[in-house]
């Protein structure tokens, strides 16, 4: 049971570029999310999904897609990279967000030039 | 929407001290509050929440109290210890429960 596995761990990309982070859980949970972390602003969510097929927008979704094609699965795609999208990110999924408390990966480290 | 307001930004207590952390919500129809910790270069992880219908919960040297009349909780630590030393976040849920906001954290030192 890896609970929720989140890759690259670390990734470099210059602006413009786009890529995307993986995130899989193995815990058959409904709910998913995608936090940014910054220096002195906490967790920011970028977009959740309560369900395969359903996506919704965070505080922070600029910039930033998801799609839910799976239970499993939930991916997120930087279209063109910026700066401003440096970040520690962290994918984090539940049961349901009412009953149970998210888990979260350990974090992909995003660095824009 | 709900926003997370948490209070102090960095604590520096003495080994054996009490810890205390306050946040303070703006949608009255939250209704579930978590703390997390979150150790240098780790995951955020769950230590303790607390539901609208409960007053105050307890677990072990931790132990989270909720006014939802003044909608605030807080976080106590009591005998803190060096391994207690982090970053300790507030949670709120939206009124919809599908969101969790986050307070900015704190960050906790003991000094032993």
């Known amino acids: 049971n890896a609970g929720v596995t989140q890759t690259p761990k670390f990734q470099v990309l210059k602006t413009g570029q786009s890529m995307t982070l993986q995130c899989a859980q193995d815990?058959?949970?409904?709910?998913m999310s995608w936090y940014r972390q910054d220096p002195g602003m906490g967790l920011r969510l970028i977009h959740y999904s309560v369900g395969a097929g359903i996506t919704d927008q965070g505080e922070v979704p600029n910039g930033y897609n998801v799609s839910r094609s799976t239970t499993e699965d939930f991916p997120l795609r930087l279209l063109s990279a910026a700066p401003s999208q440096t970040s520690v990110y962290f994918c984090?999924?539940?049961?349901?967000?009412?009953?149970?408390?998210?888990?979260f990966g350990n974090g992909t480290r995003l660095t824009v030039t | 929407g709900e926003n997370v307001e948490q209070h102090p930004s960095t604590l520096s207590v003495q080994e054996g001290d009490s810890a205390v952390i306050k946040c303070t919500y703006s949608d009255s129809a939250s209704n579930y509050f978590p703390w997390y910790k979150q150790e240098l270069g780790k995951r955020p992880q769950l230590i303790i929440d607390i539901r609208s219908n409960v007053g105050e919960k307890k677990d072990q040297r931790i132990a989270v109290t909720l006014n939802k009349t003044a909608k605030h909780f807080s976080l106590h630590i009591t005998e803190t210890q060096p391994e207690d030393s982090a970053v300790y976040f507030c949670a709120a849920n939206d009124q919809y429960g599908n969101k969790l906001v986050f307070g900015a954290g704190t960050i906790l030192r003991v000094k032993s």
């Open positions: 984090a999924s539940s049961y349901s967000l009412a009953y149970s408390p998210l888990h």
């Open positions: 815990m058959n949970h409904e709910y």
